[in-house]
T-cell receptor, first 116, second 114 residues
Framework: DAGVIQSPRHEVTEMGQEVTLRCKPISGHDYLFWYRQTMMRGLELLIYFNNNVPIDDSGMPEDRFSAKMPNASFSTLKIQPSEPRDSAVYFC??????????????FGDGTRLSIL | GENVEQHPSTLSVQEGDSAVIKCTYSDSASNYFPWYKQELGKRPQLIIDIRSNVGEKKDQRIAVTLNKTAKHFSLHITETQPEDSAVYFCAASSYSGGYQKVTFGTGTKLQVIP
């Protein structure tokens, strides 16, 4: 089991540029979560998917943020245009759900994003 | 929606002492309570979890207790070691409307002083 795989691990870009973060969940997991972590705001849930369908995107800060899950093995989080206040560590997590009830989330190693 | 409060936000203990972190939740439908440990620069990792049909669970030096009536649960670490230093997150999870919903606490930074 390779775990949740995120790329890139680090991203440094200039304000106004488009940023795309990628996530490959654990095979067979039907839930995928995107989180943002900062010192000031802690761990924030941005959006989560079940069976590739977005269920709750109320945590997405604004229209500059968008997320997609075109298939069960891939998701993207896009920021366009990026701003310095978007600098944070972005985590993707996946879990099993439904039939087995609530299960723990497995986190990727995160993407450390710096917007200059 | 669910609201999870976690205390304290920081905790310093001497090596060998015990550490206790407490969380309260608001949604009585929550029935699964995982705890995650996040070391500096690393990802959160599950260390122990408890379901609502159980009052206590133990794994070596780590234990979690749950009081459903009072809607609070706690993490207990005994004989603390320097490698226990990390940020600990509690979470409350419910399964309603056909979907899993998880709410995290704000984290406790534990420092174990050698």
């Amino acid at each position: 089991d390779a775990g949740v795989i995120q790329s890139p691990r680090h991203e440094v870009t200039e304000m106004g540029q488009e940023v795309t973060l990628r996530c490959k969940p654990i095979s067979g997991h039907d839930y995928l979560f995107w989180y943002r972590q900062t010192m000031m705001r802690g761990l924030e849930l941005l959006i989560y998917f079940n069976n590739n369908v977005p269920i709750d995107d109320s945590g997405m800060p604004e229209d500059r943020f968008s997320a997609k899950m075109p298939n069960a093995s891939f998701s993207t989080l896009k920021i366009q245009p990026s701003e310095p206040r978007d600098s944070a560590v972005y985590f993707c997590a996946s879990s099993l759900g439904r039939v087995l009830g609530n299960q723990p989330q497995h986190f990727g190693d995160g993407t450390r994003l710096s917007i200059l | 929606g669910e609201n999870v409060e976690q205390h304290p936000s920081t905790l310093s203990v001497q090596e060998g002492d015990s550490a206790v972190i407490k969380c309260t939740y608001s949604d009585s439908a929550s029935n699964y309570f995982p705890w995650y440990k996040q070391e500096l620069g690393k990802r959160p990792q599950l260390i122990i979890d408890i379901r609502s049909n159980v009052g206590e669970k133990k794994d070596q030096r780590i234990a979690v207790t749950l009081n459903k009536t009072a809607k609070h649960f706690s993490l207990h670490i005994t004989e603390t070691q320097p490698e226990d230093s990390a940020v600990y997150f509690c979470a409350a999870s419910s399964y309603s409307g056909g979907y899993q919903k998880v709410t995290f606490g704000t984290g406790t930074k534990l420092q174990v002083i050698p």
